[in-house]
């Protein structure tokens, strides 16, 4: 069935890229509603669906746009919400970018569990893969594979780091999301940093909310899983799927795509719903 939550909940702190202060509040929606933001700093308040259909360049990060209107940043509590089965809410913003809080969504999965998951009375709405899809760039890609449960596989390589090649695998379900995926956090390497700063990008972060690799050791935090990069990469993607607006069942593959190719596929599913519900 359909979900939502019991209580609503906030959780604030400096946004990733902007640097600027947010407060992010996400409310208990009725059955049907699915996910929806709502930028309350502005004077009417808009809104902008959870949706892959309103995805906007930009770069190292999702963004959602309509009317003019944006919401940066909103893949860690988007993979929160879908992980732990959070169907229906509205989302408060008070900025047009996310707070970046630890660099994962355990924050958010830590608010869903003393909030409390209600279950709603309607079936849970759900795309089933029935035949292979795939999205490629160069040597990165996504694709999605027939399957009987959403499953995660993630590949990644950042030769002459500590990083270095790495893949992991999940099946998601609100007990691996929280233990396993939820709390890894998202990592940069040490010569990226400067380059990133310098074209206005991550203003808000550090290594409290980041991992840093650099060629043969960890600056700051060091990972919790050996895998934790790739963990993360997962995390992102599944933040990403959860703009199709459906559960999908399958079996989605990738390696080095990032975010213009998970939403990308996010989209392609979204369409395929639309044209077989």
């Not at 049907?32 to 933001?37: A, K, L």
Request: aromatic share 8%; net charge negative.
């Amino acid at each position: 069935m359909q979900q939502t939550l019991k209580l609503a909940f906030s959780l604030s702190g400096p946004a990733l890229h902007s640097g600027d202060p947010c407060r992010v509040t996400v409310h208990p929606a009725p059955v049907g509603t699915g996910r929806w933001f709502v930028r309350t700093d502005l004077v009417t308040f808009p809104k902008v669906p959870a949706l892959a259909d309103h995805m906007a360049p930009t770069a190292l990060s999702t963004k959602l746009e309509a009317d003019g209107v944006s919401v940066r940043t909103p893949e860690h509590l988007m993979a929160a919400l879908l992980g732990m089965g959070i169907d229906n809410c509205l989302i408060e913003l008070d900025g047009p970018e996310l707070p970046i809080l630890d660099g994962s969504a355990a924050p958010y999965v830590t608010e869903i569990q003393k909030s409390g998951v209600l279950a709603q009375d309607q079936p849970r709405v759900a795309l089933r893969i029935t035949e292979p899809l795939s999205i490629w760039d160069r040597d990165r890609f996504v694709a999605i594979f027939p399957a009987a449960e959403l499953k995660i596989s993630y590949g990644i390589d950042f030769p002459g780091t500590v990083i270095g090649a790495q893949w992991t695998s999940w099946v998601i379900n609100p007990e691996y999301f929280a233990v396993q995926l939820a709390p890894a956090r998202t990592f940069t390497t040490l010569d990226q940093v400067a380059y990133l700063k310098a074209k206005g990008l991550i203003q808000g972060g550090s290594l409290d909310c980041a991992l840093v690799a650099a060629s043969d050791h960890w600056v700051g935090q060091s990972p919790y899983w050996p895998d934790e990069p790739a963990r993360h990469k997962a995390l992102d993607l599944l933040g990403d799927l959860a703009l199709a607006g459906v559960y999908p069942l399958g079996h989605v593959v990738a390696y080095k795509a990032g975010h213009d190719l998970h939403v990308r596929l996010a989209a392609q599913l979204r369409q395929l719903f639309q044209v077989n519900p």
